[in-house]
């Protein structure tokens, strides 16, 4: 149920999680505090009886969480907490408990996903799923299609879809999880985002070798980047079949290719499913 039909129907779920809370949909919202205001029915009508499951690594996450009248446990990747699923060190511990899940052990990719993990870990030990089906579990979850779905290796070249990612937030968690050199596939149609933060990442960044800029938010995220000799621009492609080609410019054996748009995909595809289709099926023909 959307946000808006627990506001309608006044009921909150048993088990409800809170995570990383983004700027998304600012097309619909007037702005960010309205956006969280709306999440807010996925608390606020829980009883004493009901768990709320809240990150405590960011505060919009952590003001949601607060409206809720149930049992609060938190989850982090940065830090210890007393009552909920943090990581340490190498592994993913649930406080109080035997849980130890060590990360080596995990096929996804990216330290946002050792927040989902956290999360999930969390709230299937709430539920009284076992601790051998959760590390089972666990270890074995390769993600879904469209989210940093690892799609295939070519030549050396490895080809993630992470046609989901519709805000900056999403295509930074992705641009994080990989120390070999990013051939980056970026933007799309508005959704009135602000690339300020995505600028900072990819400026910082050592591996990056090459953005491929695509669709009307074009303009707006190359005003965020700083250009320097180590990084190529590419733009004005119309197609994934253009976008390709492109790639083929600059992929060498050990490059990353990861299509993480940050921006809607309206105008150059019916939907983020079609273009990350269209992205698997270029890497086919690779």
């Given at each position: 149920l959307s946000s808006f039909q627990l506001q309608d129907l006044?009921?909150?779920?048993?088990?409800?999680?809170?995570?990383?809370?983004?700027?998304?949909h600012m097309d619909y919202h007037k702005n960010k505090k309205e956006y969280v205001d709306a999440k807010i029915p996925i608390v606020k009508y829980q009883t004493e009886e009901d768990y709320a499951i809240i990150n405590s690594d960011y505060a919009n996450s952590l003001k949601i969480g607060s409206q809720s009248k149930g049992h609060k446990f938190y989850f982090s990747r940065k830090q210890k907490v007393e009552h909920g699923c943090f990581v340490q060190g190498l592994e993913i511990v649930i406080s109080d408990s035997a849980l130890k899940l060590p990360t080596a052990d995990l096929k996804l990719k990216g330290v946002h996903n050792l927040e989902n993990i956290c999360a999930a870990a969390l709230a299937a030990h709430l539920a009284g799923v076992s601790f051998k089906a959760i590390k089972k579990t666990a270890s074995k979850f390769k993600g879904l299609e469209h989210r940093l779905e690892l799609v295939a290796q070519k030549n050396g070249i490895t080809f993630y879809n992470d046609s989901f990612s519709t805000t900056p937030e999403t295509a930074i968690a992705a641009i994080k999880s990989f120390n070999d050199p990013e051939i980056l596939i970026l933007g799309g149609s508005s959704k009135n985002s602000d690339f300020s933060e995505l600028g900072t990442t990819i400026n910082l960044a050592k591996n990056i070798k090459a953005i491929i800029l695509?669709?009307?938010?074009?303009?707006?995220?190359?005003?965020?980047?700083v250009s320097h000799s180590l990084l190529h621009f590419f733009e004005g492609a119309k197609t994934m079949s253009e976008i390709f080609a492109q790639i083929k410019l600059v992929a060498v054996n050990g490059d990353v290719v990861i299509l993480s748009p940050a921006c809607a995909s309206f105008g150059m595809f019916k939907n983020y499913q079609e273009r990350g289709e269209q992205f698997k099926e270029e890497v086919t023909k690779w």
């Open positions: 006044q009921k909150s779920p048993h088990i409800s999680v809170v995570l990383m809370v983004t700027q998304e695509v669709g009307e938010e074009a303009e707006n995220i190359k005003s965020v980047l």
